[in-house]
Each structure stands twice: as structure tokens, then as C-alpha cells.
């Protein structure tokens, strides 16, 4: 004897954020439009819930208040002196030679 299992889908709707208070959605039954500010709560809101944990919500929301709030800040650079090189393979010949030249 088998056992069927149903799959229950809900559409939320479509989202999708362009930028910083910039965001287009469609949610409802009637497809009600939203865009710009409204719907860049909207999308946030949404992921924020369907998030799987307390700590994973409370982390995202933490993070994003963050990049919200100091958004002028400088992005971080690494520079170094000298171009690394990807080892593509386990050969030793494929490996890049670190020695200060």
C-alpha cells in the first residue's frame, strides 16, 4: 500500500530589490502593486520572516539596520605587494611560488 504525500504551495507573490529604499512587488490575490519604499519593507519583512530561527532573524535584522544605517562607509580593500595565482590542481608544478622575489 503507498502513501501519497501533497505538496502545499502558497505564492507570495513576485519581489524584487533594485537598491537601497528601491523595490518593485506583486503580492495578494489581485496582484496589488507596490514600489519603492513600501515594497522594500515588504521584502524585507517577508525574508526576515520566512528566516528558519529566532537567532537567524534577530542576526539578519541586526545586519541589515547596520548596512542601512552606515551606508557611507568605505568598502574594505586587501592589498597586497604581489599577485597571488590559483592553484588549479594537487600538482606541485601548478602551485604558485610565494618567496619574495
Known amino acids: 500500500m503507498s502513501t501519497m504525500m501533497r505538496i502545499r504551495y502558497h505564492d507570495k507573490g513576485i519581489m524584487a530589490m ?6 518593485v512587488a506583486e503580492v495578494g490575490p489581485h496582484r496589488h502593486q507596490l514600489e519603492g519604499p513600501f515594497a522594500f519593507a515588504a521584502w524585507l519583512g517577508l525574508h526576515g520572516v520566512l528566516l528558519s530561527g529566532f537567532h537567524d ?12 544605517l552606515h551606508h557611507a562607509r568605505a568598502a574594505d580593500l586587501e592589498l597586497e605587494d604581489s599577485v597571488g595565482r590559483i592553484a588549479w590542481s594537487d600538482d606541485d608544478a601548478d602551485r604558485p611560488d610565494l618567496r619574495a622575489p
Do not use: L
Open 57 to 68: 532573524r534577530v542576526d539578519a535584522v541586526m545586519n541589515w539596520a547596520d548596512d542601512y
Open 18 to 23: 533594485i537598491g537601497r529604499n528601491a523595490a
